[in-house]
């Protein structure tokens, strides 16, 4: 099994006005309008519905934005005909913490480095522009 990160990996955070318009839409928890306001990462999401479609391989997505966007994040995966479950921490440390007894997922992959080092091994930083390996 493994797991990869919402934010950086599969979607890039709003930029510019389009940023001051999602955290209106953050605070106010409208999860559909924030999601439209990020940009999918092509090669990522094209990859995730390989793996867990074609391959079979069993995928976590983690999200640190908010514990009530999960759903919206599994509708927005579904559109994009991937099933799979998300589950939003407050941080990367408690998702670092709870990772310690899940050791079924051999894999996460994170957007930045400094994600990968408090994650620890098993952690892999890829790219929005690139395709995982597996």
């Known amino acids: 099994m493994q797991a990869t990160m919402f934010e950086g990996v599969l979607a890039s955070a709003p930029e510019g006005v389009a940023a001051i318009k999602a955290k209106f839409y953050l605070k106010t928890e409208k999860w559909e309008a924030y999601l439209k306001m990020w940009k999918p990462n092509v090669l990522p999401i094209k990859y995730l519905g390989d793996a867990i479609n074609r391959l ?19 509708n927005w995966l579904s559109r994009k005909g991937i099933a799979t479950n998300v589950v ?40 929005p522009n690139t395709a995982w390996s597996i």
């Open 56 to 74: 079979g391989i069993g995928t976590e997505v983690y999200t640190l934005l908010n514990a009530g966007i999960g759903g919206a994040i599994e």
């Open 88 to 127: 939003a921490y407050d941080n990367i440390e408690d998702l670092a913490f709870d990772l310690q007894f899940n050791r079924g997922i051999t894999k996460i992959y994170t957007a930045d480095q400094e994600q990968a080092q408090i994650i620890g091994f098993r952690s892999t930083v890829v790219t």
